[in-house]
């Protein structure tokens, strides 16, 4: 966590000195208007965070998702059912159809980031209200609970 902060405070960091060196050596030629140099947000639907790659398992992995079921019961079942009934949070059914695995582990890990930075996030929080509190999972935790998300949608387990 602390990385990616320091990771994050870097990035912005050489973004404005970026951006700064580029205003001036364009105002020494001719004024460029802000709204002309700004970029397109581009959204890969991966989310925020420090997971970029996730790889799946078909058939799914029986003792990670009962380790993702534990893990659900413990801290999650209190806001999240498995169908698709909201309580606090969405309910989970359909949820490896809507989003993508990188989405998924991200918002579970940097919830935060992903609140204040992430489109379909904000918009979750709009309509739920609440903040979700950051669990304090670990990356190995979060990929458990995603492969029970993934049980839990219907995907073939594969024997134990
Ligand atoms: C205190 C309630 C609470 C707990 C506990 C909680 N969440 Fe959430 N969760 C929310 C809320 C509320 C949202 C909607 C976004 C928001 O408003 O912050 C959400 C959204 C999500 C989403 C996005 C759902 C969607 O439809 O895209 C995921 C994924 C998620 N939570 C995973 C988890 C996991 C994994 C755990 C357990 C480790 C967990 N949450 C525990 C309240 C909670």
């Avoid at 960091?13 to 951006?19: E, L």
């Amino acid at each position: 966590m602390k990385q990616l902060f320091v990771f994050l405070a870097l990035a912005f960091f050489m973004v404005s000195c970026g951006g700064d060196s580029t205003e001036q050596d364009s105002s020494k030629s001719k004024k460029k208007p802000k709204s002309m140099i700004k970029e397109e947000p581009k959204d890969d639907g991966k989310g925020v965070g420090e997971i970029k790659n996730v790889e799946l398992n078909n058939p799914l992995v029986a003792a990670m998702v009962d380790k993702g079921k534990g893990i659900y019961e413990m801290k999650c079942a209190a806001c999240h059912k498995l169908t698709d009934q909201r309580v606090v949070g969405p309910g989970w059914k359909g949820l490896t159809e809507k989003r993508k695995p990188e989405w998924i582990m991200n918002m579970t890990l940097n919830v935060d980031v992903m609140l204040a930075e992430d489109e379909t996030a904000r918009d979750l929080l709009k309509q739920c209200l609440v903040r979700m509190p950051n669990q304090n999972l670990s990356t190995e935790d979060a990929r458990d609970v995603l492969e029970f998300m993934y049980a839990n949608d219907g995907e073939t387990v594969g024997e134990q």
